[in-house]
């Protein structure tokens, strides 16, 4: 049986010492009961599958066969496994399987159950030139009638969310469902979400997401806009709460289905939704969009140690390092402010002096009168890449921390300064890390703080 060509298997090993201890644990077990397996998709292409098969007997003793059903005259999608899941790459076309999955366990009887599944292969849409307008972070709006169910869209009569509901069930107005440029959805959980007893929660409250509903499915959305419509396509992804789909609820965490589709709403930065579940009823969400992060504002060099400096690679200064006694000791570039305003400009704010170097014409460094192109003169502007993590300055002399480095070498003279300089930039609410690569691989890094 060839069992690795196109999947994975965990193969359980016993040591020696355990074999007599697990045989005896065999003889108390009179037949297999339980057997049941969850089927997932987890590629965004939805070829790739994964089987979980269970018992209620646990012992670890047990071989799962698992047949996913995609050859008739060959052993190339059967495996066999002791351990949680095992994977199969379907080909790439939409299909339905039958799996079957078998328990043995020696001297009892073997027990096997089948199943469909569905294939459903998707190539993602490329991103539109204008942007895809659900791209973005959102959550459950934090205010009452955040979410709820009754007989009619848009009504909750039957149940609705309370104010006290958005800090009582802080895990679940936490969460964030994730609308990616590319055309990827992801549902990013955290440690905990609100769980239920359908997932097996005594009583309903936080704790640990479980699967398919944590986050792990690799899902895909469509949005059309007139249509009114928003598809998620990805065994566990969801949006507002996991238990609803098109027609029904859960009953159990392995039933979700592999595509739901809301009727949605989109203005500006509020989605409403609206799913349809049995007799009638309609489960409602609303939620809002995360603001984009924004660099928006004066920016100075961070008032402490290790505010500018150099190494061998990103946020290393092994090779220099400035010291607290550089914030007062060069006063005159702690000061500086760079200005990133709305309208997409770029200002280097500088004042009567900044910190000279010898390639300036300084002698020795010191502060001293800012030398064109970088006093502050240039009319530049700026691009900030969150996703790519990056901030572009056009325009000769602007710059951020230190105007010697520039992409790929330091200055010798200021007339040699670029038309244009990328840093790495990584945001975090009002503090700005920085790294720009010279020659020889080496980096300057800097720690920017937002005025």
């Not at 720009?436 to 800097?446: R, T």
């Amino acid at each position: 049986m060839n069992l690795l060509k196109k999947g994975s298997y965990i193969l359980l090993v016993f040591l020696a010492s355990f074999t007599i201890s697990c045989e005896d644990d065999n003889d108390d077990v009179a037949s297999i009961t339980g057997l049941d397996f969850v089927v997932a998709t987890l590629n965004s292409d939805g070829t790739k599958t994964g089987v979980i098969p269970t018992t209620a007997f646990g012992n670890g003793n047990i071989l799962y066969t698992v047949d996913f059903g995609a050859t008739a005259d060959s052993d190339t999608d059967l495996f066999q496994t002791s351990a949680p899941m095992v994977t199969y790459d379907y080909p790439d076309e939409t299909m339905t399987y039958i799996i079957t999955v078998t328990a043995s366990l020696e001297g009892v009887a073997d027990v096997s159950i089948t199943k469909e599944h569905k294939v459903t292969f998707v190539v993602a849409p490329p991103p539109t030139a204008g942007g895809n307008p659900l791209a973005g972070t959102w959550r459950l709006a934090p205010e009452s009638g955040a979410f709820g169910v009754g007989p009619a869209k848009d009504n909750v009569s039957w149940f609705s969310s309370s104010a006290d509901d958005v800090t009582g069930r802080a895990c679940l107005f936490d969460d964030e469902y994730v609308f990616n440029a590319d055309g990827t959805f992801s549902n990013v959980l955290g440690a905990d979400t609100w769980l239920e007893g359908w997932q097996g929660a005594t009583p309903d409250g936080c704790g640990t997401p479980v699967f398919p509903h944590d986050g792990s499915a690799a899902a895909t959305f469509t949005y059309d806009a007139g249509a009114g419509a928003v598809t998620l396509n990805g065994k566990g992804a969801y949006l507002g709460l996991s238990k609803p789909f098109n027609g029904g609820e859960l009953a159990a965490p392995g039933d979700a289905p592999d595509s739901i589709t809301y009727i949605a709403v989109l203005d500006g930065d509020t989605l409403e939704l609206d799913i349809e579940i049995a007799g009638g009823g309609f489960w409602s969400y609303k939620l809002v969009r995360d603001a984009a992060p924004s660099i928006e504002g004066t920016w100075k060099l961070a008032p402490e140690s290790g505010a500018f400096g150099v190494g061998p690679a990103k946020d290393n200064v092994s090779w220099f390092s400035s010291s607290a006694d550089d914030v007062t000791g060069r006063a005159c570039l702690f000061d500086d402010e760079y200005v990133f305003n709305a309208d997409g400009t770029f200002s280097n704010v500088l004042g009567a002096d900044t910190w000279l170097e010898g390639w300036q014409g300084a002698t020795p460094d010191g502060c001293g009168t800012p030398v064109f192109p970088h006093d502050g003169s240039a009319a530049a502007t700026f691009t900030y890449d969150a996703g790519a993590s990056a901030v572009t300055l056009n325009g000769k002399g602007a710059y951020l921390g230190l105007s010697k480095p520039f992409n790929g070498g330091e200055l010798a003279a200021p007339g040699d300064a670029p038309g244009s300089i990328t840093y790495i930039a990584v945001l975090d609410g009002n503090t700005l890390e920085l790294d720009i690569e010279i020659a020889g691989g080496g980096f300057w890094s800097y720690k920017l703080v937002r005025q």
